[in-house]
C-alpha cells in the first residue's frame, strides 16, 4: 500500500500526491520500474534492471549509458558513482558509499566541482538503487541445420553472456 498515493500525504521529500495513483479498488500502484531491453539487428544485446523506487529509473538510465554510450566495460558500469535528482526537493544527490566487499564508490571531485559550478545544490547520499545487468556479446554464426518452415539452413549467433549483480548489495543475484 505504500507504492500508492493518499490525498493527505504531504511531505517535502516526496513527490505530491497524484489522484490517478490513489488506492481504489481493483487498482495497482504506480511504479517506477523501468528495464531496459537492448537489440541490435533481431538480437540481443543486454538487459539492466533495478531496485529502489523513484531511483531505478536514473540508475538504470546511466548504467546504460555508461556502457552503450561510455564505452565502459559492464564490470566499470555497474559499480560507477551514480548522481540522483527527483525534482522535489530540488537537490542533487551524490553517491558516497563503501560496499560490501570494502570497495569505495564515491562521485569525482571534478564531477562535484562541475555540478556546483552549474549552480547545483548538493547532498551526499549512500546507494539509492541496485541494478542487475546481463550483456551478450554475439561472437560466431553456426548453421543449425534445423526445418523451421521451408529454411533448413537456419543460422544461430553463438554469444557470451556476462551478468553484472551491482556492489552496492553484496555483488550478487538475490535469487537463484
Not at 497524484?18 to 481493483?26: L, R
Not at 531496485?51 to 556502457?67: C, D, E, K
Not at 527527483?86 to 551524490?94: E, S
Amino acid at each position: 500500500m505504500h507504492d500508492f498515493s493518499t490525498p493527505t500525504e504531504i511531505s517535502p521529500d516526496k513527490l505530491p500526491p497524484a489522484p490517478t495513483n490513489f488506492i481504489e479498488p481493483n487498482k495497482r500502484p504506480l511504479s517506477a520500474m523501468t528495464p531496459i531491453i537492448i537489440t541490435k539487428d533481431d538480437q540481443l544485446v543486454g538487459v539492466i534492471g533495478g531496485s529502489g523506487g523513484m531511483n531505478i529509473i536514473p540508475a538504470v538510465v546511466q548504467v546504460f549509458l555508461n556502457h552503450f554510450v561510455k564505452r565502459m566495460n559492464p564490470l566499470e558500469a555497474v559499480p560507477s558513482p551514480r548522481i540522483y535528482h527527483k525534482l522535489i526537493p530540488n537537490v542533487v544527490r551524490y553517491e558516497n558509499l563503501s560496499t560490501y566487499e570494502g570497495d569505495h564508490i564515491e562521485l569525482s571531485e571534478e564531477n562535484i566541482i562541475f555540478l556546483k559550478e552549474r549552480g547545483h545544490q548538493l547532498h551526499e547520499t549512500p546507494a539509492l538503487a541496485i541494478t542487475q545487468f546481463v550483456v551478450q556479446s554475439i561472437k560466431t554464426c553456426i548453421k543449425m541445420n534445423r526445418k523451421i518452415g521451408k529454411d533448413t539452413s537456419l543460422l544461430t549467433k553463438l554469444g557470451t553472456l556476462r551478468a553484472v549483480s551491482d556492489p552496492r548489495k553484496g555483488g550478487y543475484p538475490a535469487a537463484a
